[in-house]
């Protein structure tokens, strides 16, 4: 793990995320769609951080996915981080489009990636989850 960042502050990081994602769509749903891009931004800025800063360098600090790549903890980190740096990916190219190209009309072209990409998001946190309480938590046994 990551010596200088304790797991709980990541898993607080994870649900202001969460939160974030929720009052965007919102937004969305109210059409506010400057805020609800504006939302996004905040939150693909948030979480691109929190993977380099804390998540990269907890996965290379990880032993069991060299001795054990098939341990259960071991996949749930990698499908975590597969699904997560995919998501920031996607969402790194919604808003950066957006930010070059500030129109909100050439914006709603690009629902159906939203929609890919927040499903992406909400996994990628759901398994997050699930890490943290496998390996922090008795609530897995
Ligand atoms: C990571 C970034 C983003 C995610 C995850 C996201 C997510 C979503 C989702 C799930 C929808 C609903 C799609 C549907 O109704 O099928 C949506 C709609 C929309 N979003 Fe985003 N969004 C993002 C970035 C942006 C940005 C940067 C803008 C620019 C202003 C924007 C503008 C819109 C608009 C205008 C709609 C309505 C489209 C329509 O109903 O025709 N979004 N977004």
């Known amino acids: 793990m990551n010596p200088l960042i304790p797991p709980q502050a990541n898993m607080i990081v994870q ?26 931004l905040i939150a693909v800025l948030l979480s691109v951080f929190s993977l380099l800063l804390i998540m ?29 740096v995919l998501a920031d990916l996607l969402a790194l ?12 009309q050439k914006c ?8 890919i990409t927040l499903w992406l998001w909400l996994t990628a946190l759901f398994v997050g989850v699930l890490f943290y309480a496998y390996a922090y938590t008795n609530l897995i046994p």
């Not at 190219?93 to 909100?104: G, H, K, N, R, Y």
């Not at 709603?108 to 929609?115: E, G, H, I, S, T």
């Open 15 to 40: 649900i202001a995320l969460l939160v974030l994602l929720l009052v965007s769509l919102g937004l969305k749903r109210r059409h506010k769609y400057l805020l609800h891009g504006a939302t996004m």
């Open 56 to 84: 990269l360098p907890s996965l290379f600090s990880l032993e069991i996915i060299k001795t054990q790549p098939l341990h259960i903890l071991s996949v749930i980190t990698l499908t975590h981080v597969a699904v997560g």
């Open 93 to 104: 190219l919604l808003v950066a489009s957006w930010v070059l190209q500030p129109s909100v």
């Open 108 to 115: 709603a072209r690009r629902k159906r990636l939203m929609r």
